[in-house]
């Protein structure tokens, strides 16, 4: 057996990867928690929102946000009845549809940022020096973009 493999530097970069994950998320989960969302509800309403027109099609909020399409179908339901989003169907195209913020989702969105992005800064972004935060963005963007291409659609 090849001791070496176990030690090899990509194990250390992805057991990081996961372990900085699942540390941060869970420093996030109760702001999210405290305004009555999940983690995929912040999501979606966060890409809607940095969307041209605060639209996606549902195929492309569904890449951005890991679901299948039936995933984000349900995700896009539940947000829907809540107020928070509203399904569009196109006019170009009737087997497609869009998921488009209203200005309910939009005002929820803008009461649970300011607690979001303080936790963001205290547990992830704060923790880096702005050269270095810069750098591991444009990291991200690298793997981003190579392993999901998909999701630059609107994204960022």
């Given at each position: 057996m090849d001791v070496d493999l176990f030690d090899d530097p990509r194990l250390t970069t992805m057991g990081l990867l996961f372990e900085a994950y699942a540390g941060v998320v869970s420093k996030l989960e109760p702001v999210w928690n405290a305004h009555g969302l999940s983690a995929l509800d912040l999501n979606a309403?966060?890409?809607l929102s940095?969307?041209?027109n605060r639209r996606l099609r549902m195929t492309d909020l569904a890449t951005q946000t890991s679901l299948s399409t039936s995933g984000v179908t349900r995700l896009v339901d539940r947000l829907a009845r809540s107020g928070l989003v509203e399904r569009e169907l196109d006019p170009g195209d009737r087997r497609s549809a869009y998921a488009v913020l209203t200005?309910?989702?939009a005002d929820r969105l803008a009461q649970v940022l300011p607690d979001y992005l303080?936790?963001?800064?205290?547990w992830?972004?704060?923790l880096l020096p702005p050269a270095q935060l810069d750098?591991?963005?444009a990291a991200l963007r690298i793997v981003r973009d190579?392993?999901?291409p998909d999701a630059t659609v609107g994204a960022d």
């Open positions: 309403l966060m890409r940095r969307s041209p200005a309910s989702g303080v936790a963001v800064d205290r992830f972004t704060g750098e591991f963005i190579a392993t999901n």
